[in-house]
Nanobody, 115 residues
Framework: QVQLVESGGGLVQPGGSLRLSCAAS????????MGWYRQAPGKQRELVAT???????NYADSVKGRFTISRDNARSAVYLQMNSLKPEDTAVYLC?????????WGQGTQVTVSS
């Protein structure tokens, strides 16, 4: 059974930082491309960042220079370091795992940026 479990969300002030984690099980983690989406109320789900099995990264323009995605194959985990957070970053952040036509989703972790 595949499980993606996110953690690390919370309430942070504008300009602050958070580090999200996604722990994967039930898959051969090293061969999967991993990523993070976010879903804000009333908005379309947005792809935030991806990292391929070989470590190549890609970011949405809205987070470039502020967010960093990384992975630890030994721990079957992917991370999203979020710096200089803005109120518009408020959303549920969801982890994804892709391999060919397969895509698995986590349940999400809430990030709220507010003073």
């Amino acid at each position: 059974q595949v499980q993606l479990v996110e953690s690390g969300g919370g309430l942070v002030q504008p300009g602050g930082s958070l580090r999200l984690s996604c722990a994967a099980s039930g898959i051969i983690f090293s061969i999967y491309n991993m990523g993070w989406y976010r879903q804000a109320p009333g908005k379309q789900r947005e792809l935030v960042a991806t990292i391929t099995s070989s470590g190549r990264t890609n970011y949405a323009d809205s987070v470039k220079g502020r967010f960093t995605i990384s992975r630890d194959n030994a721990r079957s985990a992917v991370y999203l370091q979020m710096n200089s957070l803005k109120p518009e970053d408020t959303a549920v952040y969801l982890c994804i795992a892709d391999y060919g036509p397969k895509r698995f989703w986590g349940q999400g972790t809430q990030v709220t940026v507010s003073s």
